[in-house]
């Protein structure tokens, strides 16, 4: 199949998601075009079967802001006519859905019908698209795709709660690459930051508030006080500098580092003991799977999809949203008691195992070649 995908190019999830199954689709044959402002950050490899067109804009006088959504339009219309595009996939549903249904619009007046498959992520349907300035246009850009998937159970069914949707939902999972991400040996980076002895806890996301990112500092302030250990604060956002401020306040700066945004993050969870995680709410929580994946029990709220990655008592411990305490006290049980942490690290790595984009991406084809042929059914003329 030749396949655009239109996605943001950044850290986030929605991102990362869409570039490793464009990368995994093409190792399988597929044709594979992203369409997007930026090189996608995980597009770090080159394949004879990956595509990358860039959407150009110009900042005009007259506009206040620069419309993205128009060059996005007339890119994705210039690449389907130009390369033979079976299907658009589009990640996220502002303003990318909205922008691939003007897209397949403009297209029929060239003649052609290029179906469109929605993925929803998370905040697009939790956060953003529940803003009465976007809803009417989230609401009929899902119900006018040709096919929605969501990254978990959860928010299949908060999109239906809080859309007047009438489209069915397909719920395919994120997914991890297992190639990538296992326990690497990296004790010489252990060693770089940690004593003899000392634990490693670890955090990732994009720092903003959803992620509560000041529990995880009061988190390690707790487990710090009864077990010597560090904190690797990994991505960056708004509330970076808070958490700064925190460490500063509580005097335990020195055993915590802020590394920014980090590409080679499984090298990171491989000298981890520990993934905090005590979000407001995560649509699925790919950070999690993917620390799971290098060995790492989740110490984790149990909010939205986590508990579809994260087994409680299984591959770490799940609390209520904003129970420090107890995440604490779990986290400092697991870290005193090596054969539970062991155990409980295999069972992370089987658990993650399940998840594996080789078990994920044949989901994704088949759901391309129901959508595409019930596409191609629905223009046939009826038969008499």
Same mark, same amino acid.
């Given at each position: 199949?030749?396949?655009?995908?239109?996605?943001?190019?950044?850290?986030? +999830?929605?991102?990362? #998601?869409?570039?490793? &199954?464009?990368? /995994?689709?093409?190792? *399988?044959?597929?044709?594979?075009?992203? =369409?997007?402002?930026?090189?996608?950050?995980?597009?770090?490899?080159?394949?004879?079967?990956?595509?990358?067109?860039?959407?150009?804009?110009?900042?005009?006088?007259?506009?206040?802001?620069?419309?993205?959504?128009?060059?996005?339009?007339?890119?994705?219309?210039?690449?389907?006519?130009?390369?033979?595009?079976?299907?658009?996939?589009?990640?996220?549903?502002?303003?990318?859905?909205?922008?691939?249904?003007?897209?397949?619009?403009?297209?029929?007046?060239?003649?052609?019908?290029?179906?469109?498959?929605?993925?929803?992520?998370?905040?697009?349907?939790?956060?953003?698209?529940?803003?009465?300035?976007?809803?009417?246009?989230?609401?009929?850009?899902?119900?006018?795709?040709? +096919?929605?998937?969501? #990254?978990?159970?959860? &928010?299949?069914? /908060?999109?239906?709660? *809080?859309?007047?949707?009438?489209?069915? =939902?397909?719920?395919?999972?994120?997914?991890?690459?297992?190639?990538?991400?296992?326990?690497?040996?990296?004790?010489?980076?252990?060693?770089?930051?940690?004593?003899?002895?000392?634990?490693?806890?670890?955090?990732?996301?994009?720092?903003?508030?959803?992620?509560?990112?000041?529990?995880?500092?009061?988190?390690?302030?707790?487990?710090?006080?009864?077990?010597?250990?560090?904190?690797?604060?990994?991505?960056?956002?708004?509330?970076?500098?808070?958490?700064?401020?925190?460490?500063?306040?509580?005097?335990?700066?020195?055993?915590?580092?802020?590394?920014?945004?980090?590409?080679?993050?499984?090298?990171?969870?491989?000298?981890?003991?520990?993934?905090?995680?005590?979000?407001?709410?995560?649509?699925?929580?790919?950070?999690? &799977?993917?620390?799971?994946?290098?060995?790492?029990?989740?110490?984790?709220?149990?909010?939205?999809?986590?508990?579809?990655?994260?087994?409680?008592?299984?591959?770490?411990?799940?609390?209520?949203?904003?129970?420090?305490?107890?995440?604490?006290?779990?986290?400092?049980?697991?870290?005193?008691?090596?054969?539970?942490?062991?155990?409980?690290?295999?069972?992370?790595?089987?658990?993650?195992?399940?998840?594996?984009?080789?078990?994920?991406?044949?989901?994704?084809?088949?759901?391309?070649?129901?959508?595409?042929?019930?596409?191609?059914?629905?223009?046939?003329?009826?038969?008499?």
């Amino acid at each position: 199949m030749n396949i655009g995908i239109v996605c943001y190019p950044t850290y986030g +999830g929605s991102g990362v #998601v869409a570039t490793e &199954l464009g990368k /995994a689709l093409a190792q *399988n044959g597929h044709k594979i075009h992203f =369409i997007t402002y930026n090189r996608p950050i995980r597009l770090d490899l080159f394949s004879e079967n990956i595509f990358y067109h860039e959407v150009r804009t110009k900042d005009y006088p007259l506009f206040d802001f620069i419309p993205y959504e128009s060059a996005l339009a007339s890119t994705m219309v210039d690449v389907a006519r130009f390369h033979n595009l079976d299907l658009f996939h589009v990640h996220y549903a502002i303003p990318h859905a909205s922008v691939a249904y003007l897209a397949r619009q403009i297209l029929k007046d060239y003649d052609l019908h290029v179906p469109v498959v929605t993925t929803l992520h998370g905040t697009d349907i939790t956060l953003v698209g529940k803003n009465p300035a976007y809803e009417p246009v989230v609401s009929f850009s899902i119900d006018h795709s040709d +096919g929605v998937t969501a #990254v978990s159970e959860f &928010l299949r069914e /908060a999109t239906l709660a *809080n859309f007047a949707v009438r489209k069915d =939902i397909r719920v395919i999972p994120n997914f991890v690459d297992l190639e990538r991400f296992y326990r690497h040996k990296k004790a010489h980076f252990r060693q770089m930051i940690t004593r003899e002895g000392e634990k490693v806890l670890i955090h990732t996301s994009n720092f903003r508030k959803v992620k509560r990112v000041d529990d995880v500092m009061r988190i390690f302030a707790k487990v710090r006080a009864e077990i010597s250990c560090k904190l690797l604060m990994v991505g960056d956002g708004p509330e970076r500098r808070n958490a700064e401020d925190m460490c500063r306040e509580l005097g335990y700066c020195s055993d915590v580092f802020f590394l920014g945004s980090q590409d080679a993050v499984e090298e990171i969870y491989s000298i981890g003991d520990v993934f905090l995680l005590p979000s407001e709410t995560e649509s699925f929580g790919l950070s999690a &799977l993917e620390a799971m994946a290098c060995g790492v029990p989740v110490i984790s709220s149990n909010a939205g999809g986590l508990p579809e990655v994260v087994i409680d008592g299984y591959n770490g411990f799940m609390s209520p949203v904003r129970d420090v305490d107890k995440m604490a006290a779990d986290a400092i049980r697991l870290i005193k008691d090596p054969e539970q942490w062991q155990t409980f690290s295999e069972n992370a790595v089987k658990h993650a195992h399940t998840f594996s984009i080789a078990n994920i991406r044949p989901l994704y084809e088949t759901f391309y070649d129901e959508v595409i042929n019930a596409s191609q059914a629905a223009l046939s003329p009826a038969v008499h």
